[in-house]
């Protein structure tokens, strides 16, 4: 069956701008999550989404990410006024629920501003 | 707060045997994972350890003491394909919601 996918694959943006980056969980997985990966670094959390529960935000770095998930499905992680520091590989994943032990990730986004 | 320490690199021949060592320091433990990560592509998920001892899949086996804060990713019959950072991660301390990763170590297998 088809796993997490993500779009764009690659974003180029200039310092200031708005990006918008979308997941798509597996069908029926109620459990999303948001990581960000730095060159040569570990996932660093971001948010996560399970089912109709309020979003824990707690890994958010700054109020310029904003993350909503539609239908319980499809996610979008929407950054404002991106910086440089804000270049890295944005990963999404998904779980058949919040307690299980193995998270499926998407091949995610290469975010890169100038 | 919690954290996770793994070597960041680790080098190894084709057919030998390679340990990957995590120690981690959590307020409360919900189990220790491991995930691999091709250069470019996603992590996937290779074991899960929730008590302690050795839990083996194929060339690929997991071990955990909770006594010592410390587990191992061991790879057997080292093949090329292996080449990849391997990342421990565990549970936030809150419970399932997020994964805690350590910064990953790098194996590079040569022939």
């Known amino acids: 069956g088809a796993g997490v996918s993500q779009s764009p694959s690659n974003k180029v943006t200039e310092k200031g701008k708005d990006v918008e980056l979308r997941c798509d969980p597996i069908?029926?997985?109620?459990?999303l999550y948001w990581y960000r990966q730095s060159l040569g670094q570990g996932l660093e959390f971001l948010i996560y989404?399970?089912?109709?529960?309020?979003?824990?935000k707690s890994g958010l770095p700054s109020d310029r990410f904003s993350a909503e998930r539609t239908g319980g499905s499809v996610s979008t992680l929407t950054i404002q006024r991106t910086q440089q520091e804000d270049s890295a590989v944005y990963l999404c994943?998904?779980?058949?629920?919040?307690?299980?032990?193995?998270?499926?990730f998407g091949p995610g986004t290469r975010l890169t501003v100038l | 707060g919690q954290s996770l320490e793994q070597p960041s690199e680790v080098t190894a021949v084709e057919g030998a045997i390679v340990q990957i060592n995590c120690t981690y320091q959590?307020?409360?433990?919900?189990?220790l994972s491991w995930y691999q990560q091709h250069d470019g592509g996603a992590p996937t998920f290779l074991s899960y350890?929730?008590?302690?001892g050795l839990e083996e899949t194929g060339r690929f086996s997991s071990f955990l003491s909770r006594s010592d804060s410390y587990g191992y990713l061991l790879l057997q019959e080292l093949q090329m394909k292996d080449s990849a950072s391997y990342f421990c991660?565990?549970?936030?301390?809150?419970?399932?919601?997020?994964?805690?990763f350590g910064a990953g170590t790098r194996l590079a297998v040569h022939p």
């Open positions: 994943a998904s779980s058949p629920s919040s307690g299980a032990n193995e998270q499926f």
């Open positions: 991660a565990v549970p936030d301390s809150g419970g399932y919601n997020k994964l805690i």
């Open positions: 989404f399970q089912g109709n529960s309020a979003p824990d």
């Open positions: 069908s029926g997985h109620t459990a």
């Open positions: 959590t307020s409360g433990f919900y189990g």
């Open positions: 350890n929730a008590l302690d």
